[in-house]
């Protein structure tokens, strides 16, 4: 742009101006300057809005871990010859939770589902306990909270796990199954891992973000 500028000073002064092909080459390397700028501007701003999204979706798994690990640890068994966790699937989770000041405890369902393309959603729903029915509780068949609390999750990868410490040297050892048609949930720990992946993110910005937390149960 400079020797534009440069060439209509010189005309106006009465000198002779540039060539045809100065200005073209001028306007040129003007083009070229202004469009390496815009693609830096652009990477830049791809790469900031990767983090930013990247981050959200990581604090919300976060934060779902950290509300899961407070009502597995106030988890408690609802009869006599039963336990804390009623059934887990690599992609479900239902226990009991007496983590609110409420008669009897919660029934809480955690569950993949709504999959597409190979990412799913992650679901809740809370089931209060009938009152009355207590010490042995029964629970109501309508929940008091449904909702999404995360979602850009893998379907082929398992969410959640039981785990115990066997034999001599200990190693630990995982249960992928258990449940009412299957042997009992009689674990002492629960393996949570949720694996998530932005959305909206550059080509190269589809990474998958972990977080993971081994919960003890305070009633097994």
Same mark, same amino acid.
């Given at each position: 742009?400079?020797?534009?500028?440069?060439?209509?000073?010189?005309?106006?002064?009465?000198?002779?101006?540039?060539?045809?092909?100065?200005?073209?080459?001028?306007?040129?390397?003007? $083009?070229?300057?202004?469009?390496?700028?815009?693609?830096?501007?652009?990477?830049?701003?791809?790469?900031?809005?990767?983090?930013?999204?990247?981050?959200?979706?990581?604090?919300?798994?976060?934060?779902?871990?950290?509300?899961?690990?407070?009502?597995?640890?106030?988890?408690?068994?609802?009869?006599?010859?039963?336990?804390?966790?009623?059934?887990?699937?690599?992609?479900?989770?239902?226990?009991?939770?007496?983590?609110?000041?409420?008669?009897?405890?919660?029934?809480?369902?955690?569950?993949?589902?709504?999959?597409?393309?190979?990412?799913?959603?992650? /679901?809740? $729903?809370?089931?209060?306990?009938?009152?009355?029915?207590?010490? /042995? /509780?029964?629970?109501?068949?309508?929940?008091?909270?449904?909702?999404?609390?995360?979602?850009?999750?893998?379907?082929?990868?398992?969410?959640?796990?039981?785990?115990? /410490?066997?034999?001599?040297?200990?190693?630990?050892?995982?249960?992928?199954?258990?449940?009412?048609?299957?042997?009992?949930?009689?674990?002492?720990?629960?393996?949570?891992?949720?694996?998530?992946?932005?959305?909206?993110? $550059?080509?190269?910005?589809?990474?998958?973000?972990?977080?993971?937390?081994?919960?003890?149960?305070?009633?097994?």
């Amino acid at each position: 742009m400079v020797p534009v500028v440069r060439w209509l000073r010189r005309a106006l002064a009465g000198e002779g101006g540039y060539t045809i092909v100065e200005l073209s080459m001028s306007m040129i390397l003007s $083009s070229l300057i202004f469009a390496s700028v815009v693609t830096v501007i652009y990477s830049f701003s791809q790469q900031a809005g990767d983090t930013t999204r990247s981050a959200n979706l990581q604090g919300t798994a976060r934060e779902l871990v950290a509300d899961m690990v407070v009502e597995l640890r106030q988890a408690e068994r609802v009869s006599p010859n039963g336990h804390p966790i009623e059934s887990l699937t690599p992609g479900s989770l239902v226990f009991y939770s007496d983590r609110l000041e409420t008669e009897g405890p919660e029934r809480i369902v955690y569950e993949r589902r709504d999959c597409a393309d190979g990412i799913c959603e992650l /679901w809740v $729903s809370r089931y209060p306990a009938v009152a009355g029915t207590g010490p /042995w /509780w029964d629970f109501s068949d309508v929940p008091v909270q449904t909702g999404l609390v995360l979602h850009r999750l893998p379907d082929d990868e398992p969410l959640f796990q039981g785990a115990d /410490w066997v034999g001599e040297p200990a190693a630990k050892e995982f249960i992928n199954y258990c449940g009412p048609s299957g042997p009992v949930c009689d674990f002492p720990l629960v393996d949570i891992t949720f694996r998530t992946r932005p959305v909206g993110t $550059s080509e190269g910005g589809d990474f998958i973000l972990e977080v993971q937390e081994e919960v003890r149960l305070r009633n097994e």
